[in-house]
């Protein structure tokens, strides 16, 4: 294996790292901390962005809250985030924010409150723009509230990055964004908040980050940093999944999951996203309540055996913990998928409701949703829409 030799030393690649992040059991109370800095700073009033009950169940908000009250800092929240947020669900909280004058953003929960945090984020310094006006990109922003991102799952790698999704319902598009101004200045990843993930979720958002890496492994802007992240990645997400599936409250494997899904993050800042994610939103555009660490895992074997050509040696390396042999195209693919199966994720798109009806549908939303174009722009092979048509349809 010489994944070396597929990258180019005379391109100039970014490598970032941005955010400080508090991490391991116990990190929550580093809240602490962060609420006396921005007592200091003058912040005196924040919005809390969370779903319903996980904030509250995972034993997150009392701490936050008693943090807030001590260090004199008033808040509301909004705790009405649902899985693949609504820019409708943006602009409503951007306006109790904006009402409440609140002058930073505290998230608390998995990806999807903090990328619509982020969002709100953006929104509290442009108070003209919406959040469609956001993801439809009419506006370019450059600026943001402090963003602090406590982190409830081990997947998304959201509170270390700079890209935020939302879905505009009414559009079928799901769009991301990626701006500097996003970036959490502070983040918390503890496990011990993590121990209460249901079986599926915790397979779920273990996979997201194994996507996240095997596309940012791959892209055409693929680093070697991106590269060698991946496969640390994939190996401890290979060693801890089955433990926490097997012991939800095996602690050492929430650790190492999270420092693999944060991880993830990073890689994925660096490295971007192609065709599993591209093609993904589209199914959860249209069916907001799938679960899209599902669709990406449903889509992973056909964008393997799509990008082989151009990345065989990448991908042997960085799948070796999860693949018993990458030595084709459909060897790899088949292999991807066993490893799935053996984590009980065997699903096809058929078993969540799509048909080859809905193909038509899906590639043009890939092709038509914006900076999805962009994903596709930067895969390793021709994103054609034959091409995209033809992953889906192997999905099925």
Sequence with gaps: ???????????????????????????????????????????????????????????????????????????????????????????????????FGAKAVITIGGGSPTDAGKSVAILLKYPNETGSSLYEFKFNAQKAVPIVAINLTHGTGSET??????????????????????????????????????????RYVSIDAVNHVIEAATSVVASPYSVTLA?????????????????????????????????????????????????????????????????????????????YSAKSETLSYILEPIAKDTTSAEKAAESVYEWLKSVDVPNKLKDEGFTEADVEKLTELAFTTPSLDGLLGIAPTKATREAVAQIYKESL
């Design 1 to 99: 294996m010489n994944w070396e030799k597929e990258l180019n030393i005379n391109e100039v690649k970014e490598i970032r790292t941005r955010t400080c992040v508090y991490f391991g059991c116990g990190a929550i109370q580093k809240i602490n901390d962060i609420a006396k800095i921005y007592s200091e700073r003058g912040i005196d009033k924040v919005i809390v962005m969370s779903g319903r009950n996980a904030y509250k169940s995972t034993g997150a908000w009392a701490v936050v809250e008693k943090a807030l009250k001590n260090n004199n800092i008033e808040y509301i929240n909004y705790d009405k985030v649902t899985p693949n947020p609504t820019t409708d669900a943006i602009d409503e909280a951007t306006q109790m924010a904006k009402e």
């Design 161 to 202: 990055n700079r890209f935020a999704v939302a879905t505009i319902l009414e559009k079928n598009y799901k769009p991301a964004i990626a701006y500097d101004c996003i970036y959490p200045e502070f983040a918390i990843d503890d496990p011990d908040l993590m121990i209460g993930l249901s079986p599926k979720q915790t």
């Design 231 to 307: 496969r640390q990645v994939i190996e401890l997400v290979a060693k801890y999944l089955p433990k926490a599936i097997a012991n939800p409250s095996d602690k050492e494997a929430r650790y190492y999951l999270c420092y693999a899904a944060m991880m993830g993050g990073v890689c994925f800042d660096n490295g971007l996203l192609h065709y599993t994610h591209a093609l993904e939103h589209p199914l959860s555009a249209m069916k907001p309540d799938f679960s899209h660490g599902l669709g990406l895992a449903i889509l992973l074997p056909a964008v393997i055996k799509n990008i």
